[in-house]
């Protein structure tokens, strides 16, 4: 039993897996069942014992991804950058590190033939963390609104960027990036 607990785990990944990389190039409402067994090279009868569609399977992916997000968002939420706002700080490098050992997923799942409401939960999930760690800087709610907007289209942008073009780039590097371009304006603020 325990053997067969690991297949459908396995199974499952290689699903999930397999969609990433067909969202890659293939519209998520364009994704058949037949595309999915095939890249993930399991049967389906695997597939429709663990997904009832392949819906079921995008709705898993997202559900993965946001979780993975909101880890994401938790370490940073722990992160004190203090003075040094244009370094690299240990927790982003972690968070980096995770989305680059992610990257299809995230590609895919912020890509153009993403499912919009996905790309909405994720802004959703961003705007929220960002509310959080920045709610003691002296911003009226329209400059934090646009800045939130600015922050999350640039970092999802970036990361989008970094992970599709430039997959060896340190994520050292990327962190330093994204906090002297995207953290240290609002954190220059501070009264």
Same mark, same amino acid.
């Given at each position: 039993?325990?053997?067969?607990?690991?297949?459908?785990?396995?199974?499952?990944?290689?699903?999930?897996?397999?969609?990433?990389?067909?969202?890659?190039?293939?519209?998520?409402?364009?994704?058949?069942?037949?595309?999915?067994?095939?890249?993930?090279?399991?049967?389906?009868?695997?597939?429709?014992?663990?997904?009832?569609?392949?819906?079921?399977?995008?709705?898993?992916?997202?559900?993965?991804?946001?979780?993975?997000?909101?880890?994401?968002?938790?370490?940073?939420?722990?992160?004190?950058?203090?003075?040094?706002?244009?370094?690299?700080?240990?927790?982003?490098?972690?968070?980096?590190?995770?989305?680059? +050992?992610?990257?299809? &997923?995230? #590609?895919?799942?912020?890509?153009?033939? %993403?499912?919009?409401?996905? *790309? @909405? /939960?994720?802004?959703?999930?961003?705007?929220?963390?960002?509310?959080?760690?920045?709610?003691?800087?002296?911003?009226?709610?329209?400059?934090?609104?646009?800045?939130?907007?600015?922050?999350?289209?640039?970092?999802?942008?970036?990361?989008?960027?970094?992970?599709?073009?430039?997959?060896?780039?340190? +994520?050292?590097?990327? &962190?330093? #990036?994204?906090?002297?371009?995207?953290? %240290?304006?609002?954190?220059? *603020? @501070? /009264?």
């Amino acid at each position: 039993m325990e053997n067969q607990a690991l297949d459908g785990s396995s199974s499952r990944n290689s699903i999930l897996n397999a969609i990433a990389v067909i969202m890659l190039d293939t519209d998520y409402d364009k994704i058949t069942v037949r595309d999915v067994v095939a890249e993930a090279n399991v049967s389906r009868s695997t597939f429709y014992r663990l997904f009832s569609s392949v819906d079921e399977a995008i709705g898993a992916l997202e559900d993965k991804y946001l979780g993975l997000m909101a880890e994401i968002n938790r370490i940073g939420l722990m992160a004190d950058m203090g003075e040094n706002s244009t370094k690299r700080t240990p927790s982003m490098v972690l968070r980096l590190e995770l989305f680059q +050992a992610n990257a299809p &997923a995230f #590609l895919a799942l912020l890509g153009p033939h %993403a499912n919009p409401r996905t *790309r @909405r /939960k994720e802004a959703q999930l961003m705007e929220a963390y960002f509310q959080t760690k920045r709610a003691d800087e002296n911003l009226t709610p329209e400059e934090r609104d646009l800045y939130l907007r600015f922050v999350i289209d640039g970092h999802n942008s970036l990361l989008h960027r970094w992970l599709s073009h430039y997959p060896a780039l340190p +994520a050292e590097d990327v &962190a330093s #990036l994204l906090n002297e371009l995207f953290y %240290a304006p609002l954190l220059s *603020r @501070r /009264k």
